[in-house]
């Protein structure tokens, strides 16, 4: 086998361990996100249960994270570094190594990217839950917008 060869799939297999690290990184993000958000908006959606994901998941639909919030795409860039600083050495062993291959070294911003693409697809995802769609559904967000 060659070192390449041999490089690609220790890479490859890190990525396996990697998909569950993120997606848990991802998860506590959106914890905290509606730990700490919920009600800064001073809306009154908060009243009808949503949480702030899933308000953010229902405006991403049809605005920019700028749009949004002011600074929300800096925040959630932040609250990455912290998960990421907080792992364990065996965890930051396997984000580093699922993205090394190309020339041969780690890039550990790459992977802070792909964590940061995870959590807009959980994002996007979670607009798709039932909880989501019966607030889209029982209330018209086009004449009454978040």
């Known amino acids: 086998m060659e070192a390449k060869d041999f490089i690609y799939e220790f890479?490859?297999?890190?990525d396996k361990f990697a998909v569950d690290i993120k997606r848990r990184m991802c998860k506590r993000i959106l914890k905290t996100l509606n730990k700490t958000m919920t009600g800064e908006e001073g809306d009154d959606y908060d009243a009808l249960g949503m949480s702030y994901v899933d308000k953010l998941s229902?405006?991403?639909?049809?605005?920019?994270?700028?749009?949004?919030?002011?600074g929300l795409r800096d925040c959630f860039c932040e609250m990455?570094?912290?998960?990421y600083n907080a792992l364990s050495p065996q965890e930051r062993h396997f984000l580093n190594y699922s993205k090394c291959s190309e020339d041969n070294d780690c890039d550990i911003?790459?992977?802070k990217?792909?964590?940061?693409?995870?959590?807009?697809?959980?994002?996007?995802?979670?607009?798709?839950t039932n909880k989501v769609q019966n607030y889209v559904d029982k209330y018209?967000?086009?004449?009454?917008?978040?």
């Open 11 to 14: 890479e490859a297999n890190c």
């Open 58 to 70: 229902i405006k991403m639909q049809s605005l920019s994270l700028e749009e949004i919030s002011c």
């Open 80 to 83: 990455i570094d912290a998960e």
């Open 109 to 111: 911003e790459g992977v």
């Open 113 to 128: 990217r792909d964590i940061l693409s995870e959590l807009y697809r959980m994002i996007n995802d979670h607009y798709m």
């Open 140 to 146: 018209d967000w086009v004449s009454n917008p978040l």
